[in-house]
């Protein structure tokens, strides 16, 4: 082989190298700007989503309530087996009517009925923070009825009670409270009777709150208002209830409506 020829081959081993070093240059910059440009789509699909996102939590805030009724007056029954109906049904018992009463009149109503039969004041003490995972206007307290059958101390139930009324007033500040009273039954002595009636007062006077002193006025005791185990209302009984409660709740939705 010539010198020459040697020359030439090594000049074409030597553009062969620097072309392939060239593409591969190339190959690594373009590489290099598909993942620019990939990694700024994903940051700004990132920040979008995140805008969303926020925009989404500020819409689903509470808003206050407004002439209009653009958001409904949000009514909560937390009690025992007189508000779930005992044996006749949520859709019979007392909240169900009260709710057809709000249905008649102008505004945005909601009725949850979360009444649980056999609940005692400790029990509702335990639930009540799952119930307060929904918003609530107007919280009707009914409880008591079950320690009074069972002869639990007055001072328990008292403490149960309150225990209720700071974890709403906590947990939801704006909620108004409107506590219903209980009777003993007249088999537990004179003085229980008396301290189990006289506990109901004493927290609506120490809370200020708005207070029913029985919710079974006019209804316990009467036969034909009550189931056979004459402690549970009738349908009828409901509807007494109802009509005997609703001159409470009327003035604190009144208020609310204007807000």
Do not use: C
């Amino acid at each position: 082989m010539t010198d020459q020829t040697k020359r030439k081959g090594i000049l074409i081993n030597t553009l062969i190298v620097l072309l392939s070093f060239i593409s591969f240059q190339s190959q690594a910059q373009t590489q290099s700007q598909a993942q620019t440009t990939y990694q700024v789509q994903t940051q700004s699909q990132a920040q979008t989503q995140s805008q969303a996102q926020t925009q989404a939590k500020s819409q689903t805030q509470t808003r206050p309530h407004a002439q209009g009724h653009e958001e409904p007056i949000r009514i909560l029954f937390f009690g025992d087996s007189i508000t779930a109906g005992y044996e006749i049904g949520t859709d019979a018992a007392f909240p169900a009517v009260i709710e057809a009463k709000l249905d008649s009149l102008p505004g945005n109503y909601t009725v949850v009925n979360a009444g649980l039969s056999g609940e005692t004041s400790a029990g509702g003490l335990r639930r009540v923070d799952w119930i307060l995972r929904q918003p609530v206007d107007l919280f009707v307290l009914e409880l008591g009825g079950n320690d009074g059958l069972r002869g639990i101390d007055p001072e328990e139930t008292k403490r149960n009670l309150q225990g209720i009324i700071d974890k709403v007033q906590s947990t939801s500040p704006g909620t108004e409270i409107l506590l219903t009273g209980m009777e003993a039954p007249p088999n537990m002595g004179q003085e229980y009777t008396k301290q189990f009636r006289s506990l109901y007062r004493e927290l609506a006077e120490k809370n200020d709150l708005p207070f029913m002193p029985f919710i079974l006025e006019g209804v316990a005791g009467d036969p034909s208002l009550n189931l056979p185990d004459g402690i549970h209302p009738t349908e009828e009984g409901h509807r007494i209830i109802a009509k005997q409660l609703w001159p409470y709740i009327s003035p604190i939705i009144d208020r609310m409506s204007v807000r």
